[in-house]
C-alpha cells in the first residue's frame, strides 16, 4: 500500500479512531470536560472496517467502514453535546470512523472516507474492532510525526 501511495506509515501505537476533535485545549477546561466524558453511560460496539481507500482532501490513506454503528454515533453526539454544554471548540463535521494508516499520500480524486476511490480495496474480510472503552487522547508533534498519550480512559456498556 505504501508503495502506491507514497506517504509516512501511521505508527502501530498510533492507530485509532477519531470521535470528536478538540485541538488545543487549556488545562483548565480538562477537569470539565472529563467529568462530562465519564457521565456518559452508552453500550459498546463493534466497528466494521471494510475498505482502504485514499482520502484526497487530508492525502490520508485510511481503513473505512460502510455503516457507522447507532451506538458510535450516539456517542459521538453524547461527545458533541457535552463539548457544546461546556462551550469547547470543536472541529464539527459529519461523522465518518476511520483509521488513518498513511500520511501526506498521493490521493487521486476527492472522496470522503467511506466511499471506495478508484483503487480502494475491499478487505476480503472486514476488521471488526470492538469498542469498550474510549479514551481522551493529548497528541504532541515530534520528528517521527504524532506522539499520543492517554489521559483519562472511560467504559463503555456499564
Request: with cysteine; charged share 20%.
Amino acid at each position: 500500500m505504501q508503495v502506491a501511495y507514497g506517504g509516512r506509515r501511521m505508527r502501530p501505537d498510533g492507530l485509532h479512531v477519531t470521535l470528536l476533535f478538540i485541538g488545543k485545549l487549556a488545562r483548565a477546561r480538562l477537569p470539565a470536560l472529563q467529568a462530562a466524558a465519564a457521565g456518559l453511560d452508552l453500550p459498546g460496539f463493534t466497528v466494521h472496517f471494510e475498505h482502504v481507500a485514499c482520502w484526497h482532501p487530508k492525502h490520508i490513506v485510511c481503513l473505512g467502514t460502510g455503516d457507522t454503528p447507532p451506538a458510535m454515533l450516539a456517542l459521538v453526539a453524547g461527545l458533541e453535546q457535552a463539548a457544546s454544554a461546556l462551550a469547547i471548540p470543536f472541529d464539527r463535521r459529519d461523522y465518518t470512523a476511520h483509521v488513518t494508516l498513511l500520511r501526506n499520500a498521493r490521493c487521486g480524486e476527492v472522496v470522503r472516507p467511506r466511499e471506495l476511490s478508484p483503487g480502494a480495496q475491499v478487505l476480503a474480510e472486514p476488521i471488526a474492532w470492538l469498542a469498550r472503552d474510549f479514551v481522551l487522547l493529548e497528541s504532541s508533534l515530534e520528528a517521527q510525526g504524532a506522539r499520543y498519550r492517554v489521559i483519562e480512559r472511560f467504559p463503555l456498556g456499564r
